[in-house]
Structures are given as C-alpha cells and as structure tokens.
C-alpha cells in the first residue's frame, strides 16, 4: 500500500511538471495562430474604428492576424462572458469602454465577475462626451438648449447606448444640473445611434464625442458643449459645459484591452507590449488623434497598473449605478 502511495505521488508530480511546463511552452510560442479581439459593441462606432486601429499594428507586433469581431447586446456582457469562457492563452481578447466592463456590472444580471474572471492587459486611449443635437432642433446654444426643455419637458429624446452606458449617466447628469427632463431611446450601438440622429428621428445624445465628430465637421449636427474641463483639440471651437453655463459635468470614457484569468502572465505581457508599441507609433498616433482621443497616461501602461485602475472604476461606479437605479432594458 506504501508503495502505491508513493507511485502515485510520484505520478501527480510528474503531472503537474509536466502542465508546467506545457504552459511555459505555450507561453513562450504565442502567438501560435489568429487572435480574436471581441469589441463589446456593434460595428461602426469609434471603439469599433479604435479597435480596428490597434489590430492593424498589433499583427505586425505580434507576428499573427488579428481578427475583430463585434458582439453587442445586453450592455456588452454577452462579448464579456464570450471572452471569459475562452481559453486563457492569450489568442482571445476582450475589447471595450468604462461602460461596458464596468457600468454594465452594475446594471445587468451576470454569470461572471467583472475583476474576479478577467486579467487586464491593456489601458487605451480616451475620449470625452459632448452635447450634441439634431440639426433642426431650435437651441444653438446650450443655455438656449436649457430654456427649451424646461419649455417643452418630457417631450425632446436623447440617445443613450443601451442602459449600461456613459451616454446614458451623461444624460442624467445633465438632467440633474439643469432641472430638465427628456426621454432615453436605447441603442445598440454608437453608429445607429448617430444614423437616427442625423436623420431627425431622436432630438439629443450626450454622445462619445469621437462617434459624432464626422458627423458634426459635415454640418449634420449640432453641437452644444463638451463634457470636459478644457476644450477638446478637434473641435476646439466648442465651448465646456462649464463655459456654457453648466458648470460640474465631466463625462469621459476610456478602452481596454482584457483576457480571461489564467492566462500567463509573459503572454499577458506580450500583448501588453503590442498595444503601448502600437499606441507609440507616429502613425498610429495620427489616426487616434484623428479619433479626437488622447493617449493613456504612461504611469498606467502596465497590466497591474491597469488591472488596479480598473478595480478602482468598479469601486467607483456600482455605487453610483445602483443609487441612480438604471435597470436593464
């Protein structure tokens, strides 16, 4: 029995050695096929076009395709639980904003945990929100905006990008800064957002300022403030809201980059790497300049500054979303 005892000891080990090992192979061989980054909305928007952008540098880092594949719905945590079922070897990423890898926490029913299932990899660029109207829509200013709603309560509509979005708690914000009231119309999606937008069919968004920008410079919206303490570089003739009146409303978003827990820590790193090698390209810096978004700061360009960056917006935001009440839609 003795004997046995020890055989099979001897057998674990060898086992587990040779897992070790397996992992530390497959760590140090990735990639070792096409990476897969999940973006936590529909096609078309800016964290769509950012995605798009990261991927095109990071497959010549990386030396393999990266393939971008949409997955919207239920506040993003459908892409979420997509890449936290997937294997932990790096070759699935998890693409996707404070809104969704954060708010919808908060808001939505989950099979998984936010901090517990996923390991950050990278922090992206960020972007702010601005105030922006439906071309015929009377106001032209925002105090002129202000004045019109109070006239006309509960009877303008304002975009909002499911219930789990910045949109979203940016429109309440500015609801409760100003005594107003309006209706919430749900999306999917920054891009059929924006379509309804420039077509009439919804009157407002506090919209992530990078998805309506075309739309703005091509005089098919308006636009009132930005959601920022400086004006924002690409449309610097857009006064803050604190400049037009309203002072208190900073709305911003920013992108990550997650793979599922377990995945090794040198594979973690490795993507690490492709992404801040990306966003330090000239080039790549033009088009997300020309996003209108500004770079991550260097002090959270690690996995583990990133990783607490997160948890600290996860502290931050569930007690702010369940106060607000926001139930899904």
Partial sequence: MKANATMTRHCVLIAMALLAGLGFANAQDFPSKTITMVVALPAGGAVDALARVMADHMRGTLGQPVVVENMGGAGGTLSIARVVRSAPDGHTLGMGTLGQYVISGAIYPLQFDMIADLAPVALLPNVPYWMVARKGLPPNSLKDLVDWLKANPDKASATSVGTASMARFCGMGFQQATGTSFQFV???????????????????????????????????????????????????EVPTAEEAGVPGLYYSTWHGLWTPKGTPADVIAKINAAANTAMADPEVQKRIAALGMDLPPKDQATPAAFAAFHKSEVEKWYPIVKAAGVKPE
Avoid: E, H
């Fill in 186 to 236: 749900p999306y999917r999606g920054g891009a059929p957002a924006l379509n309804d937008l420039v077509a009439g069919q919804v009157d407002l968004s506090c919209d992530l300022a990078a998805n309506s920008l075309t739309q703005y410079r091509s005089g098919n919206i308006k636009a009132y403030a930005v959601m920022t303490k400086a004006r924002w570089f690409v449309a610097p």
